[in-house]
């Protein structure tokens, strides 16, 4: 018996899971695996600016929300770290932020500040762009839990459209991706098809086309971003639904 192209899709989806970055991780928590410390790596550099925005917001100053990012993604990254992630707590933003809970009530109240960092600076950890980044968060008083969440969100929304701009680029659509990339990130439209179809030199049902593959190529890539940071496939969805939740206010 054939199977539907439905089930084949699950059935895929479900094979390849088990080479995402935060299931290597999970896999690699009792061995010295090189597999499992350069998947934590990769998701540190993504991830590390939601955590800069908790420490800011939790009442830390510039230097002082740098040199304990910065120490504790050192820490995060040492061979022996990952025999204590526990794969009970699913997701990686879950773990991410208890671990960094644990650390700051470690090391808050500890003077010696210039020798954080071990010497093992994290490359993507970009302190000045994250105070820069920092300082465009939106006014209002969140909590340091809802905006690290609220930011972890953006921060899968910003990836996701980063790689659809680059496949549009290199597929020579790269002027339609920029005039509709706002559409595509839950922007209001700021023109209406006809003014934009016009301009692009498409007609209207092009471009609502255009516009439906691209919406549905976003989602795509964002499930595939989620599933690097949840331990199972049946977790993406929830995940997904959470986070854009925490966009709607």
């Known amino acids: 018996m054939n199977e539907s192209p439905r089930g084949l899709e699950r059935a895929q989806t479900t094979s390849a899971f088990a080479t995402t970055h935060w299931s290597v ?3 690699a928590r009792d061995s010295d695996s090189p597999a499992g410390a350069e ?3 990769r998701l540190c550099a993504a991830y590390w600016y939601p955590l800069y925005v908790y420490v800011r917001r939790r009442g830390l100053g ?8 910065q120490e504790f993604f050192a820490r995060l ?5 990952l025999r204590l992630v526990d794969p009970g707590r699913g997701r990686f933003r879950s773990f991410l932020v208890m671990a960094l809970d644990r650390f700051l009530a470690k090391e808050w109240q500890r003077q010696h500040r210039q020798k954080r960092g071990g010497g093992r600076p994290l490359s993507s950890l970009d302190a000045a762009e994250g105070e820069q980044r920092y300082f465009r968060e939106p006014a209002r008083e969140y909590p340091p839990e809802k905006l690290f969440d609220r930011r972890w969100a953006l921060t899968l929304l910003e990836r996701t459209l980063a790689q659809l701009g680059r496949e549009c680029e290199a597929a020579g659509k ?4 920029r005039a509709v990339q706002g559409w595509l990130a839950g922007e209001s439209e700021g023109q209406p098809y006809e003014a934009l179809a016009r301009r692009l030199g498409l007609s209207v049902n092009a471009l609502k086309v255009a516009v439906h593959r691209l919406r549905r190529r976003h989602a795509r890539l964002l499930r595939a971003e989620v599933a690097q ?8 969805d929830d995940e997904i639904r959470y986070l854009l939740g925490t966009l709607a206010d």
Do not use: S, Y
């Open 25 to 27: 991780v999970l896999a």
């Open 39 to 41: 998947a934590l790596a």
């Open 62 to 69: 510039p230097e002082d929300a740098q040199d304990l990012t």
């Open 77 to 81: 990254l040492e061979k022996n770290f």
């Open 174 to 177: 790269g002027a339609l991706f």
């Open 229 to 236: 940071t949840v331990a199972r496939p049946e977790e993406v």
